[in-house]
């Protein structure tokens, strides 16, 4: 079986990519590290795919893993956050380097 990696499909149904993600993200955070570093890479392989939704989808994850960042300290949704958040600068540099000055802020 192949580990880490999603089949490259030309998708531009918002609401496919919509479901997709929102499955993503009920499985984040999770007790298993394996479980959130894959679902991290899936939603970074998202940003990547570029797209009319790509600029919006990365906007709301982004404003979604900084919040997860700050309030009550449960590690597993911050662990979480933190992976997004590496997901989505490393596939979505542009769009995330807006978002830098929020980041340091709230990981520190």
């Not at 899936?42 to 900084?66: I, N, P, Y």
């Not at 600068?89 to 929020?102: I, Q, R």
């Amino acid at each position: 079986p192949i580990r880490g990696a999603l089949i490259d499909i030309e998708c531009e149904d918002a609401t496919l990519v919509t479901r997709f993600a929102n499955y993503l993200r009920m499985i984040l955070p999770s007790s298993d590290t394996t479980t959130m570093l894959m679902a991290s890479k899936a939603l970074g392989h998202l940003a990547r795919s570029g797209g009319t939704l790509t600029a919006d989808f990365v906007e709301f994850e982004v404003k979604r893993a900084l919040e997860g960042l700050t309030g009550d300290r449960y590690e597993p949704r911050r662990h979480a956050s933190v992976l997004v958040l590496k997901e989505l600068a490393d596939n979505a540099p542009t769009l995330f380097y807006v978002h830098v000055p929020s980041f340091f802020e709230n990981i520190w």
